[in-house]
């Protein structure tokens, strides 16, 4: 039975890991993602460091982020584009701090082995 825990939730976005399924999933703006852990490490890297260059359009959906499977893009403008990396970068650190509660022996009865 799937328990998703939430790792960041807010208007911007949501991003929740099962454990019984281990995988993520990502909500942002009328898409609802699933990733396999090294799916999501992958979309997060790209998301994070890809060089899109400078748009002086905001409005333009030109942030084309490519999503597991090949057949499928997120088209996005640099504004939402933003909102996805802040949403991302969140969760990353959500799962960083049970990562070093757990290293320092600290349970939080939700520790998420990446590895
Ligand atoms: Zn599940």
């Not at 994070?48 to 999503?67: C, M, T, W």
């Not at 597991?68 to 990396?85: A, H, I, R, V, W």
Request: with cysteine; aromatic share 10%; glycine share 6%.
């Amino acid at each position: 039975m799937c328990s998703q825990r939430i790792l960041h939730n807010t208007s911007r976005g949501l991003v929740s890991f099962c454990d019984e399924c281990r995988k993520f999933q990502l909500c942002f703006g009328t898409c609802a993602i699933q990733f396999e852990v090294g799916e999501f490490r992958c979309f997060c890297e790209f998301v994070q460091h890809h060089d899109f260059g400078y748009s002086a359009e905001v409005n333009i959906k030109d942030k084309r982020i490519p999503l597991p499977g090949d057949f499928t893009n997120l088209l996005l403008t640099t504004t939402e584009y933003e909102s996805l990396k802040i949403v991302l970068g969140s969760a990353l650190a959500s799962l960083q701090i049970e990562q070093m509660l757990g290293d320092m022996g600290i349970s939080t009865n939700r520790e998420t082995d990446l590895s």
